[in-house]
């Protein structure tokens, strides 16, 4: 199979708003973009030539210039574009999916691309039309917002029809093009009640290629569907058949959503799933939340396409919102689908990594812009992507390697894992998993040193619910200081990392207590280093904010120079030093004034105690920080490892504020009087161990984590404060 790779680049409308992911993913303004992903071995790329960017108001306006230069440097870079034309968008302003000249339209801009690039090959004029039609006419969430079966089939034959006039435009320039036509290929299961609903839908998921290929007739099961429930005239339906256009590729997009169950045994069920047809009212769920075992997946849909259609298939886009193991698991084990689909004699030609910059808010179905981010090949929140551990799978799937990472060796969660299910198990099997696609063997742990602390406690948490193999440690079982000890550890466990969640921790102390500080926290790290380096062992270590002097008034990043005022804070830049000097592949993380869900003396788990308490609260005004959620720190930390990260990183919630500002912000959030709360200087508090009156941490490299106020809200909620349930 070739690897082909996509960009998200939806422009949808949500009522007068637009939502233009090649905006927020930078890739608007970044050609060099192109270079990054050609380098993972992508033969061709799924690219956005899009109406409504390049002529919103008419091809008499139209700008190519956008265009002109990226599809140019692909040609330059041997990567084949297939060019997009509409991409879950309605087009430009002045049009919509359930307009008449829509077809029209696109088809004359389509000629107008093929005019200027006569020698692109392969298009896309519309992505997913079916699904499009589903979101924006039948459901509601796009424009134009519609939500009954009629406004469903005019949109849906719409865009089927804009796609025969728009290669019948293409073509009359290139004769030699190709259409590439994509859509989401699920299935849906059910109980015997609901299997009349479930066949509706396994008959509608064939739509798109099924009008395109001209057999939508008088003979088609959705034929009283379309014709009564829709209203659809038989001149329109029947013109498909009249004109087809047969896809060249059959795009097939397939995601942990596409695969449904129906049950009517609503209390079962989550809420949010419960629905009905005015028939029957039942759960509509993906079959990974409720079935206990799995389904054929991708391998077993990919052979009924096949034996359909007989067209030549391409995977157009695989991707999972996940932690970046899962993301990998899911690639990896989509295309070992494919593979096993390509050895029964299913003609695969490609597979296709999607959202390779990553893509925004797709988990509200780009309603809103929230800012949530799903990172995919490259992580583009910082000032240049940044290639996550998708892109060396990508380079290894291009070379025909076996993947190699670690985190392959255990499935993914939607696999095996008991927590993936939102209801009691269903049982019923309603096909056989296609063998060998799962992986299998023994896992290499991660090793988490700290076992009696309230950061490697959270580690083991965390590494627990996403599925990671570990071992929590504590000094009776590896000593980090003594070298033997950790080389006894590490022959016993044969781990493929390290977390180092160890170490002296009481700053005030540490100026009497200076010897057993720098054993746990400069000797420890640099011992564990020296026998990963030994070892091939990857380590995580953490430094923090006391590392500075304080004397600036912005936020730190990675390459200032480090200053310490006290014990503590020298014991952490010294084995920043020692580490990178042993292991320069070490991750080093420096982070900032940890809260948290999980321990009890946490700063402000420990205010809120003792403000409900009655007791006053003393707080530094002089003093300001980063505070950092320890959840967000330990998945960032995850997600850096296994992208194989190094050098140091600051790790901290977006925000710098004093200690009595964050108080005060807590407060307010948990509803809670802040009228016992005292704000004072630090040096009424007592504090032994000088400190820098300004240590916020900002980062050069890639901010990972989101807001304070994103932090505390999930913090309260985790927490369940008595006062937030009255």
């Not at 002109?68 to 002045?94: E, F, K, Q, Y």
């Not at 804009?162 to 994509?182: C, D, F, G, W």
């Not at 200087?681 to 989101?706: E, K, V």
Request: one cysteine or more; glycine letters at 6%.
């Amino acid at each position: 199979m070739e690897l082909w790779g996509g960009i998200e680049c939806t422009v949808n409308r949500v009522r007068d708003r637009y939502f233009d992911q090649l905006e927020r993913n930078g890739h608007h303004a970044r050609i060099e973009d192109l270079d990054a992903i050609a380098a993972l071995g992508v033969r061709a790329m799924r690219y956005p030539v899009l109406w409504e960017r390049t002529a919103p108001d008419g091809l008499e306006h139209a700008d190519w210039s956008w265009a002109d230069a990226r599809l140019a440097r692909m040609r330059s870079l041997g990567v084949r574009p297939i060019a997009g034309l509409v991409h879950h968008g309605s087009g430009p302003r002045h049009t919509s999916l359930v307009d008449p000249g829509f077809p029209e339209g696109l088809a004359a801009y389509a000629g107008a691309v093929a005019r200027r690039y006569p020698w692109l090959e392969w298009y896309t004029p519309v992505n997913e039309p079916l699904t499009t039609a589903r979101f924006s006419a039948l459901y509601g969430v796009w424009y134009p917002h519609l939500h009954d079966d009629r406004s469903f089939k005019d949109a849906l034959l719409t865009q089927c029809r804009a796609i025969v006039l728009a290669m019948r435009a293409i073509r009359k320039v290139n004769p030699q093009a190709k259409l590439v036509q994509t859509d989401d290929l699920g299935k849906t299961y059910s109980t015997p009640l609901l299997s009349y609903q479930a066949d509706f839908y396994n008959h509608r998921r064939w739509l798109t290629w099924d009008l395109l290929c001209g057999r939508v007739t008088r003979e088609h099961p959705l034929w009283d569907y379309l014709t009564q429930t829709c209203g659809a005239s038989e001149p329109e339906v029947l013109w498909f058949a009249d004109n087809p256009c047969p896809p060249d590729l059959m795009g097939v997009n397939y995601y942990i959503t596409s695969e449904r169950y129906l049950d009517e045994k609503l209390e079962n069920y989550p809420a949010a799933h419960h629905g009905g047809n005015g028939i029957h009212r039942f759960a509509d769920i993906e079959t990974v939340r409720c079935l206990a075992h799995p389904t054929g997946g991708l391998a077993l849909l990919l052979g009924e396409a096949w034996e359909r259609y007989r067209l030549p298939l391409a995977i157009t886009e695989a991707h999972i919102d996940a932690h970046r193991e899962d993301q990998l698991r899911w690639l990896s084990g989509l295309w070992r689908h494919a593979e096993a689909a390509r050895t029964a004699g299913v003609d695969v030609r490609a597979f296709t990594v999607w959202a390779l910059l990553g893509s925004f808010d797709w988990n509200c179905l780009v309603q809103e812009s929230l800012g949530y981010y799903e990172p995919g090949a490259f992580d583009v929140r910082g000032p240049r992507p940044r290639r996550t551990a998708i892109a060396s799978l990508m380079r290894e799937l291009a070379r025909g390697q076996v993947p190699h990472h670690p985190v392959l060796a255990a499935p993914g969660w939607w696999i095996r894992r008991d927590d993936r299910l939102w209801c009691p198990p269903v049982t019923t099997r309603f096909s056989d998993p296609v063998p060998d696609v799962h992986p299998a063997g023994e896992t290499a742990p991660i090793l988490i040193a700290g076992g009696t602390g309230t950061l490697g406690n959270a580690f083991a948490r965390i590494c627990a619910e996403r599925g990671l193999s570990h071992r929590l440690l504590c000094r009776s079982d590896m000593d980090i200081a003594d070298p033997d000890s950790v080389a006894r550890a590490f022959e016993r466990f044969e781990p493929w990392a390290i977390i180092n969640a160890a170490g002296y921790v009481r700053v005030d102390d540490a100026e009497g207590d200076a010897e057993r500080c720098f054993r746990e926290n400069t000797f420890g790290p640099e011992s564990l280093a020296r026998v990963c380096a030994r070892d091939g062992v990857r380590l995580v270590t953490f430094s923090s904010d006391l590392v500075f002097d304080g004397r600036r008034n912005e936020p730190y990043v990675e390459d200032d120079r480090v200053a310490p005022l006290s014990v503590y804070g020298r014991s952490k830049a010294e084995a920043e030093r020692r580490v990178l000097e042993q292991l320069p592949s070490a991750l080093v993380v420096r982070t900032s004034a940890f809260f948290g869900p999980w321990d009890r003396y946490n700063y402000i788990t420990v205010l809120l105690r003792e403000i409900e308490a009655g007791r006053e609260f003393l707080a530094a005004d002089d003093m300001v920080v980063s505070p950092t959620y320890v959840p967000d720190l330990v998945n960032a930390c995850l997600d850096l490892l296994v992208d194989e990260e190094k050098g140091i990183w600051h790790v901290a919630n977006a925000g710098a504020l004093t200690w009595a500002e964050l108080a005060r912000r807590a407060l307010e959030l948990a509803k809670v009087d802040a009228s016992r709360l005292r704000r004072c200087p630090a040096r009424n508090l007592n504090l032994r161990a000088a400190r820098p009156r300004f240590s916020a941490l900002g980062s050069a490299r890639t901010p990972l984590l989101p807001s304070l106020e994103s932090a505390l809200a999930r913090y309260l909620h985790q927490v369940k404060m008595p006062h937030l349930r009255r």
